[in-house]
């Protein structure tokens, strides 16, 4: 068997998978949709002493629209997400980089609150809630109970975030957009499917004479975590987004806003230039759609 | 059983399900695809228990020496395997593919089977096969 032994849990409630996780201190990890968890278990680089298995939990599952925005539970598959006209119609980032993630048959099982919480660099949902500045409903023992961590407050460093022991990340609420927003993602990554080697997530909202008033743009692996490229950001607020001014923008997040690691798929250089590109591709996008939406 | 159990090993050691290969049993080759309640899955990174009272469809159940499953006629016309070692994942993927885009583009195969990986065929002949049986007919 490729996988050490464990303890197996299977609650079918989130009380009941809180209760687990509590009598087991650091020891017990969560199982959501096993896509990253399973493989690292498999190769024994990940030996949880105790697994406790979120897919019998049914109220962690689904996507509602509520007072506040589009809520989304974190045991929803991916492939859920892709295929879900509200998430079509009220959050079109997220729904257009569900297809980068993975293959069709690792998003029919993977979760978005697992990808959420494995906080892998190179993955696309960090960004794309990042650039959302999507909520994370977390549930723990007391005394914390409930909290809601904002998605930039919630990574903080190499698969690093901050769930304490014992906290599920249990929701994520994605907020209204303003009027006259628009959104675009891109990455590059060698085949469909594969890691990207660098990825963006943006977006944009426009005033009535069409200047740019907010751009969140959130980069994907180039950094220990997902990066929001706020000097990128500051030069194009309150400018109207020319080809130049937008250009101006994607070189300062190129330059000024990462630090980006060179591997055996891409140098530092060679990602800041994606980056570079991929910055002023998918903000001509998003203005362009905040023009007409 | 084990928990530990992937759902791979055990239809292959404990059902003797042998047409559901294992290749790089970390979620990269697509060689182990099933389907679990009719979307295609990797049985490598299932445990077994967690497919108890679920629905699992592998190969085995797609057609028989005698009775070809269409797109496994397909292949067979259009020399889509080599060794074969990829080939019942790749079936196991496009099925439930061709069920959602009956009359897929080109790029849309190819990327249907980017989660597949064969080193025989180059893809092309795999491509030319699907292309042959689609538009695919209800209820195929």
């Known amino acids: ?293 | 059983m084990e928990p530990r159990l992937l759902l791979s090993d055990f239809l292959r050691q404990d059902l003797g399900l042998t047409g559901t290969h294992v290749g790089c049993e970390h979620g990269v080759c697509g060689a182990c695809t099933v389907l679990l309640d009719g979307e295609a899955v990797r049985s490598c990174l299932i445990l077994a228990v967690q497919a108890d009272g679920h629905e699992v469809a592998t190969v085995e159940g797609l057609g028989s020496v005698e009775d070809l499953h269409p797109l496994q006629a397909a292949f067979r016309q259009a020399h889509a395997l080599q060794c074969g070692f990829c080939t019942p994942g790749i079936l196991m993927t496009l099925v439930p593919f061709l069920d959602e885009h009956p009359n897929p583009a080109e790029s849309e195969i190819r990327e249907a089977l980017s989660g597949n990986l064969c080193r025989c065929t180059g893809y092309q002949n795999i491509v030319d096969a699907v292309k042959l049986s689609t538009p695919v007919p209800a209820g195929w």
């Open chain 1, 1 to 293: 068997m490729k996988p050490a032994p464990f303890a197996y849990h299977r609650p079918e409630t989130l009380d009941e998978a809180l209760a687990v996780l509590a009598a087991h201190g650091g020891e017990a990890k969560p199982l959501a949709g096993g896509q990253s968890l399973i493989p690292a278990m498999n190769f024994r680089l990940a030996r949880p002493a105790v697994l406790v298995d979120l897919n019998r939990i049914t109220e962690l599952s689904g996507i509602r629209q509520g007072g506040d925005g589009l809520h989304i539970g974190a045991m929803t598959r991916q492939r859920a997400v892709e295929r879900d006209p509200i998430v079509a119609r009220d959050a079109p980032l997220l729904a257009e980089a569900m297809p980068f993630i993975a293959h069709p048959q690792i998003r029919n099982r993977g979760t978005v609150g697992g990808s959420l919480a494995h906080a892998d660099p190179a993955a696309e949902l960090p960004a794309v809630m990042l650039a959302l500045d999507a909520k994370l409903q977390v549930r723990g023992p007391a005394p914390r109970g409930v909290r809601s961590i904002p998605a930039g407050e919630f990574y903080t460093g190499l698969f690093e975030t901050a769930l304490a022991p014992g906290e599920l990340l249990v929701d994520v609420t994605v907020p209204r957009a303003a009027p006259r927003s628009g959104s675009a993602f891109a990455e590059v990554a060698r085949r469909h499917g594969d890691y990207a080697l660098a990825g963006v997530a943006v977006r944009v909202t426009v005033d009535d004479a069409g200047r740019c008033r907010e751009a969140r743009i959130a980069l994907l692996s180039v950094g220990d975590g997902p990066v929001l490229a706020r000097k990128a950001a500051k030069a194009i607020t309150g400018e109207s987004p020319t080809p130049e001014a937008i250009r101006e923008a994607a070189d300062v997040a190129a330059a000024k806003d990462i630090d980006p690691p060179g591997d055996i798929h891409a140098s530092p250089a060679y990602r800041r230039q994606l980056v570079a590109v991929l910055v002023r591709r998918t903000l001509e996008r998003a203005f362009e759609r905040a023009r007409n939406g």
